[in-house]
């Protein structure tokens, strides 16, 4: 079992930026794909980024690419996402995934969620 916590969550202005963490616990987490998702007020929960375990492979939502950079350091069990050049239509709860399973952008395929941490982008 793999305990997921995020933190770095707040509010900022339009152009500002955030750096969320995410600490996984309770098994290794070198082998396992990391994520992102997101969901803003009254919209469906969606992908924003994901980073591979073997090679470091990253891929983003489209809308966040050139913004947003995922990265890992797996000695801490931890993945980070840096949000630069947020825009209010960034506000929403973002939840750190752990250990894919199919395709990425499927809710089902991640072992491991965390709680999620709110992200308030204002005008």
């Known amino acids: 079992q793999v305990q997921v916590v995020e933190s770095g969550g707040g509010l900022v202005q339009a152009g500002g930026s955030l750096r969320l963490s995410c600490a996984a616990s309770?098994?290794?987490?070198?082998?396992?794909?990391m994520g992102w998702f997101r969901q803003a007020p009254g919209k469906e929960r969606e992908f924003v980024a994901t980073i591979g375990w073997r090679t470091g492979t990253t891929d983003y939502l489209y809308s966040v690419k050139g913004r947003f950079t995922i990265s890992r350091d797996n000695a801490k069990n931890t993945v980070y996402l840096q949000m630069n050049s947020l825009k209010p239509e960034d506000t929403a709860v973002y939840y750190c995934v752990v250990g894919l399973v199919g395709t990425q952008e499927d809710l089902g395929s991640w072992k491991y969620w965390g709680q999620g941490t709110q992200v308030t982008v204002s005008s």
């Open positions: 309770g098994r290794t987490i070198n082998s396992l794909t």
